[in-house]
């Protein structure tokens, strides 16, 4: 679990809030977000249990608008990110200097941003790769920033101003949708909305350049903050790959490797929203793979290397972690390799 994939607890506490409104069983929520409701909260969740949770609640509510419905109520919500646009003088301003710091709260989504020959401005949602995005996630992610623009243009807002451009298996009724959002609804096969050239550069209502400003500072920070944390996650799985092979990977001696404490050793671990084991878990899984792909050791030993006495527990790790057993994954591996070869010849 890197530290960029994980979801702000604001967010989450957010949708908490909304999911509670909406009659969701919430003793079935908090398991499957991996928090207990009688303990302070995380600073962080990890991002597919949020997409999970997300499974849970699109399955256990029928309402077709509900997507709609928690886009436009995480859109009203008091956030950084909301904050920044609305103090903007323009949205062209607000979402230009948004981007880079969306993933500060979605961690496996991104907002990507276009502007073609006429200047029509296009707002793209990305999922990350290797982690589980709920389909509901993505739409509500368009709402929620569309519902934000819309709402910072005010009164001067048109119809036209907006275009959400969704999948059709979101939309049960297309003019339903649209009077919702009061914008135009447009099936289709990406998750994204459209923003007029007008609307673009169009003075907002409200402009505040000293708050905008003051937010922008604020998210520097966490930017800064979240950087360092990188730094430090990646320093630790090195250490801990290390600390294998010496067959010592008390946490003891990781924090000798640091020159820090324990207890500053688990405070740091708490500041990325994981834990030790958690880390140690991935280390094992890059070390493994690691020495699958680029040696030709025994696999009963490359077990051993990356702390289990027993083959059989690291079988089943190893499947965990790839979904295959380590003989197929090293045979996969080396019949891309010849495959490449062969080709360069």
Not at 180 to 192: E, K, T
């Amino acid at each position: 679990m890197t530290p960029t994939a994980q979801v702000d607890i604001v967010l989450v506490q957010h949708l908490l809030n909304y999911w509670a409104e909406r009659g969701i069983n919430m003793d079935q929520i908090w398991p499957i977000l991996g928090i207990d409701s009688k303990s302070p909260l995380p600073r962080w969740v990890e991002t597919d249990r949020v997409a999970d949770a997300y499974d849970y609640v699109d399955r256990h509510l029928s309402d077709p608008m509900f997507p709609f419905d928690l886009g436009i109520y995480m859109a009203r919500r008091d956030m950084p990110l909301q904050r920044l646009l609305r103090y903007a003088s323009s949205l062209k301003k607000g979402i230009e200097a948004l981007v880079p710091y969306v993933y500060l709260n979605t961690g496996s989504l991104r907002y990507t941003l276009d502007v073609d020959a006429s200047d029509v401005v296009t707002i793209g949602v990305e999922r990350h790769p290797e982690r589980h995005v709920s389909p509901l996630q993505l739409c509500a992610a368009v709402i929620i920033m569309a519902g934000v623009c819309r709402d910072v243009l005010g009164a001067a807002y048109q119809t036209d101003d907006i275009t959400v451009r969704i999948p059709s298996d979101h939309i049960h009724d297309v003019n339903e949708v649209s009077d919702y959002l009061r914008m135009s609804v447009v099936a289709s096969s990406s998750y994204s909305f459209e923003i007029s050239a007008s609307a673009w550069v169009r003075i907002g209502p409200d402009p505040q350049t000293v708050m905008f400003r003051s937010v922008q500072r604020e998210l520097a920070r966490q930017d800064q903050r979240f950087r360092e944390h990188i730094v430090l996650y990646e320093e630790l799985k090195d250490i801990l790959q290390m600390c294998l092979m010496r067959r010592n990977v008390s946490q003891d001696g990781v924090a000798d490797q640091l020159g820090i404490s324990v207890r500053n050793l688990q405070r740091r671990l708490r500041a990325l929203g994981t834990t030790y084991q958690n880390l140690l878990d991935e280390a094992r899984q890059g070390l493994s793979m690691k020495l699958i792909c680029e040696g030709d050791l025994p696999l009963y030993e490359v077990a051993y290397m990356v702390g289990y006495t027993e083959p059989s527990a690291f079988y089943k790790a190893f499947r965990r972690w790839t979904g295959s057993t380590p003989g197929d994954y090293r045979q996969a591996y080396l019949s891309t390799i010849n495959a490449i070869s062969v080709e360069d010849e």
